[in-house]
């Protein structure tokens, strides 16, 4: 340790490389005391600090049936790029606090690109901001910017690797407009797939934007946990969960349901009144010898007869997804996945479908895609090739063309 301290300071005018002597070993010692009296601490707890999060982009080919493009950008709101900072601190052995603050970018966030738009900056944006105190015991209680209780509980339950890359949310492709042959129409796909818990064009995961609130989830009972939460004014959540390994199979479930009357929850308003009930189910089986897997998951939204600002009524809707495929390790770079999805979402009319007319619509998107993950270095490499369609009734419109796209991005954890 005395060579160490004398090398860090042979810069220095006074210091003197060859100079091992006592002094030396007192001057790192007095150093090292100074640098513990400087660590975060509350009382004699020390707070232990982590840093950690993902960059990830995406290169992005579309076709909308006449025009054709390519652009780059992030994966979405929520599972966008971001850096996640987490404290932690032990009061006894049953009892500890702490804290998460998760910035996320949203530069080149994919649900503002469309045919005329290739670069949706919206900067940096604080996506969680809370603290908790957890008891081994008792569970816990988290207070601020939070994922509230039944947040993705279906679609977080696709453990195959590939659920940030393909899932039953909207995150790219929503923002074009439809074309109707050569006319580019005022609509957007997302228009065909709303969510009013939220008043935003998700498709699924209709009550998945965190906001704050306060959180208790229970201890882990056997796989299974329970959580509820009260967020803004009013949003009420609850949900169970489970995860574990039952013959042979690896098994993940999720239900959740929430309730939301708060008309401003995502400005602008588009109603009086609110009162949107949202129940989602999800589900996982993983074959564990083979590999073999399936995902599933629902979403039903009732609105109540509320009606939009103009007086139409919103819509009850519904959507469902579906993902098979295998996941293997056949090379030593790490586990590879292949997959193959659909999804429909019926009757999500926005404020500007009823306005133009739409009286009911059916939404249907495919796919297929490969993963590669790179153990060595904590990251994925993916492409993916997406078709979506819908038909639309009572808007007086003819055939819509398909939109296409390819997409091959990569993720690296930190």
């Given at each position: 340790?005395?060579?160490?301290?004398?090398?860090?300071?042979?810069?220095?005018?006074?210091?003197?490389?060859?100079?091992?002597?006592?002094?030396c070993?007192?001057?790192?010692?007095?150093?090292?005391?100074?640098?513990?009296?400087?660590?975060?601490?509350?009382?004699?707890?020390?707070?232990?600090?982590?840093?950690?999060?993902?960059?990830?982009?995406?290169?992005m080919?579309?076709?909308?049936?006449?025009?054709?493009?390519?652009?780059?950008?992030?994966?979405?709101?929520?599972?966008?790029?971001?850096?996640?900072?987490?404290?932690?601190?032990?009061?006894?052995?049953?009892w500890?606090?702490?804290?998460?603050?998760?910035?996320?970018?949203?530069?080149?966030?994919?649900?503002?690109?469309?045919?005329?738009?290739?670069?949706?900056?919206?900067?940096?944006?604080?996506?969680?901001?809370?603290?908790?105190?957890?008891?081994?015991?008792?569970?816990?209680?988290?207070?601020?910017?939070?994922?509230?209780?039944?947040?993705?509980?279906?679609?977080?339950?696709?453990?195959?690797?590939t659920?940030?890359?393909?899932?039953?949310?909207?995150?790219?492709g929503?923002?074009?407009?439809?074309?109707?042959?050569?006319?580019?129409?005022?609509?957007?796909?997302?228009?065909?797939?709303?969510?009013?818990?939220?008043?935003?064009?998700?498709?699924?995961?209709?009550?998945?934007?965190?906001?704050?609130?306060?959180?208790?989830?229970?201890?882990?009972f056997?796989?299974?946990?329970?959580?509820?939460s009260?967020?803004?004014?009013?949003?009420?959540?609850?949900?169970?969960?489970?995860?574990?390994?039952?013959?042979?199979?690896?098994?993940?479930?999720?239900?959740?349901?929430?309730?939301?009357?708060?008309?401003?929850?995502?400005?602008?308003?588009?109603?009086?009144?609110?009162?949107?009930?949202y129940?989602?189910?999800?589900?996982?089986?993983?074959?564990?010898?083979?590999?073999?897997?399936?995902?599933?998951?629902?979403?039903?939204?009732?609105?109540?007869?509320?009606?939009?600002?103009?007086?139409?009524?919103?819509?009850?809707?519904?959507?469902?997804?579906?993902?098979?495929?295998?996941?293997r390790?056949?090379?030593?770079?790490?586990?590879?996945?292949?997959?193959?999805?659909?999804?429909?979402?019926?009757?999500?009319?926005?404020?500007?479908?009823?306005?133009?007319?739409?009286?009911?619509?059916?939404?249907?998107r495919?796919?297929?895609?490969?993963a590669?993950?790179?153990?060595?270095?904590?990251?994925?490499?993916?492409?993916?090739?997406?078709?979506?369609?819908?038909?639309?009734?009572?808007?007086?419109?003819?055939?819509?063309?398909?939109?296409?796209?390819?997409?091959?991005?990569?993720?690296?954890?930190?």
């Open positions: 340790m005395c060579a160490i301290a004398a090398f860090t300071s042979a810069g220095a005018p006074s210091a003197k490389a060859a100079d091992f002597g006592g002094d070993c007192a001057d790192l010692e007095e150093r090292v005391a100074e640098l513990e009296a400087t660590t975060v601490r509350r009382g004699t707890r020390q707070v232990s600090i982590t840093i950690s999060g993902y960059i990830t982009k995406q290169v080919a579309w076709d909308d049936g006449v025009e054709s493009n390519v652009y780059v950008s992030d994966i979405g709101p929520t599972q966008a790029s971001n850096l996640r900072i987490s404290g932690n601190a032990k009061i006894s052995a049953d500890s606090a702490g804290f998460l603050v998760r910035l996320q970018d949203l530069n080149n966030n994919p649900m503002g690109l469309n045919q005329f738009n290739d670069n949706a900056n919206l900067g940096l944006n604080t996506q969680m901001s809370f603290w908790y105190l957890q008891s081994k015991t008792f569970g816990k209680v988290s207070v601020g910017k939070n994922a509230l209780a039944s947040k993705s509980a279906a679609m977080f339950t696709d453990l195959s690797g659920q940030l890359i393909a899932n039953y949310v909207l995150f790219d929503n923002g074009f407009f439809l074309r109707q042959d050569e006319t580019l129409l005022k609509l957007r796909w997302g228009d065909f797939a709303y969510c009013y818990s939220q008043q935003r064009p998700w498709g699924g995961d209709c009550d998945g934007i965190v906001m704050e609130g306060v959180r208790y989830d229970t201890p882990n056997g796989g299974f946990s329970f959580a509820a009260y967020g803004k004014d009013d949003d009420v959540e609850a949900a169970a969960r489970y995860q574990g390994d039952v013959g042979g199979f690896k098994l993940a479930l999720g239900l959740g349901y929430s309730s939301n009357t708060d008309s401003q929850i995502q400005p602008p308003p588009i109603s009086f009144q609110k009162h949107s009930e129940f989602q189910a999800g589900g996982y089986a993983q074959h564990l010898a083979t590999g073999l897997f399936l995902h599933a998951a629902y979403g039903s939204e009732d609105n109540n007869n509320e009606t939009i600002f103009s007086g139409l009524t919103e819509p009850d809707t519904h959507h469902w997804y579906l993902k098979g495929g295998i996941r390790q056949w090379n030593a770079l790490g586990h590879t996945v292949l997959y193959g999805e659909y999804g429909k979402y019926l009757d999500q009319l926005s404020p500007a479908a009823l306005n133009a007319g739409a009286t009911g619509s059916e939404f249907a495919w796919g297929f895609g490969a590669q993950e790179i153990d060595s270095a904590a990251m994925t490499l993916w492409i993916k090739y997406r078709q979506q369609g819908v038909d639309i009734a009572g808007a007086g419109l003819g055939d819509i063309e398909d939109f296409r796209y390819v997409t091959a991005g990569g993720l690296i954890n930190f």
